[in-house]
């Protein structure tokens, strides 16, 4: 088993910025790819960013160049900084961690208004 805790989120102003962090535990594999996913009112969840545990990045095109995904392996943790933020990026935030098994966090609200 896997948990995943995650935080961060809240609201912002477009062209803020805002950072969510996720950290795994239980039996974690040596390799693994953890990610971010996001899904808004009336649509499908959709893959954000992903990094592998060797550090190997990807990044939905909408997000390039304003989100950055980092990882922490001493200490199981991914993180997402997002800059720019812009009102469609507003959704709710889910961690989702692959390794032997598939688990997802329990999500965390982002809005992005005025």
């Known amino acids: 088993q896997v948990q995943l805790v995650e935080s961060g989120g809240g609201l912002v102003q477009p062209g803020g910025s805002l950072s969510l962090s996720c950290a795994a535990s239980g039996s974690i594999s040596s390799f693994n790819v953890m990610g971010w996913y996001r899904q808004a009112p009336g649509k499908s969840r959709e893959l954000v960013a992903s990094?592998?545990?060797?550090?190997?990045?990807n990044y939905a095109d909408a997000v390039k160049g304003r989100f950055t995904i980092s990882r922490d392996n001493a200490k199981n943790t991914v993180y997402l900084q997002m800059n720019s933020l812009k009102p469609e990026d507003t959704a709710v935030y889910y961690c989702?961690?692959?390794?032997?098994?598939?688990?997802w966090g329990q999500g965390t609200q982002v809005t992005v208004s005025s």
């Open positions: 989702r961690y692959a390794g032997a098994r598939l688990y």
């Open positions: 990094i592998t545990s060797n550090s190997n990045t």
